[in-house]
């Protein structure tokens, strides 16, 4: 990892490191840095600490190490991170939409942050209509389809207005309309991008970073278009072309 040079890295870990309860470790020092905007692709086999990388970012999961987000430590061990700073959008949108209508799942996050029902009502309507889904307020997810559903995930995160978002798999048991749609999204998100997938073509729509993780450890990190030409690295580490 080189020097970074300019104001400060948006995300910064240094010897991130977290060990399931069995003693077994998922993340083994994880150290990298993200500039602020960057939309970066975070890649590797199954098991190889993604997702456990994104709880710990998001402060789901308690890690050891130093995370810092726009400039502020994180103190990992706190398990708190405020979600202005950092929004994760989950593999599935089942698991993040709980309430009887969308636009109480998406009102959710703003009422928390103590905004007023005005406030809530104008980030609401502002947020679904930037994920294509304006007038969708009183829907019911089971009513939506999966890429509906997925978007409205998306607009519960970005109500809360983050200047980093991250996803886990975002295009996960979509069709091509529906990963179009959510690149989309994607590219206009003016914030830091940070995305786990396995699928480096649809993340090389929007990702002009790729950094692999496998075994808990940061194996390569370079331009995504440098990096998809490495065949024997890529399948060494279980990913595709």
């Avoid at 970074?4 to 399931?20: E, F, H």
């Avoid at 130093?66 to 502020?72: D, K, M, Q, S």
């Avoid at 007038?135 to 200047?163: D, M, N, T, Y």
């Amino acid at each position: 990892m080189g020097p970074v040079s300019g104001p400060p890295p948006c995300i910064d870990l240094q010897d991130l490191r977290y060990r399931y309860p069995d003693g077994t470790f998922a993340l083994q020092g994880i150290s990298f840095r993200l500039a602020a905007g960057e939309k970066v692709c975070l890649a590797g086999p199954n098991g190889a600490g993604k997702s456990t990388l994104l709880l710990c970012l998001a402060g789901l999961l308690r890690a050891e190490g130093t995370l810092i987000l726009n400039g502020r430590n994180q103190a990992p061990a706190t398990g708190t991170v405020d979600p202005s700073r950092i929004g994760l959008v989950f593999q599935s949108p089942d698991d993040q939409l709980f309430c009887p209508t969308i636009g109480e799942d998406v009102a959710f996050g703003p009422r928390n942050q103590g905004k007023t029902e005005e406030e809530v009502r104008k980030v609401v309507s502002g947020s679904l209509a930037a994920v294509g889904l304006a007038g969708f307020e009183q829907r019911c997810a089971h009513h939506l389809s999966g890429g509906e559903r997925k978007r409205a995930a998306i607009a519960s995160v970005l109500a809360c207005q983050p200047a980093i978002l991250a996803m886990d798999e975002p295009w996960a048991n979509l069709d091509g309309r529906a990963c179009r749609a959510v690149n989309a999204i994607l590219r206009d998100f003016l914030g830091t991008l940070l995305v786990a997938s396995h699928n480096l073509s649809r993340a090389a729509a929007v990702c002009e970073r790729l950094i692999v993780l496998d075994e808990g450890q940061v194996v390569a990190d370079g331009p995504m278009a440098d990096l998809r030409r490495e065949g024997t690295l890529l399948e060494a580490h279980g990913l595709d072309l």
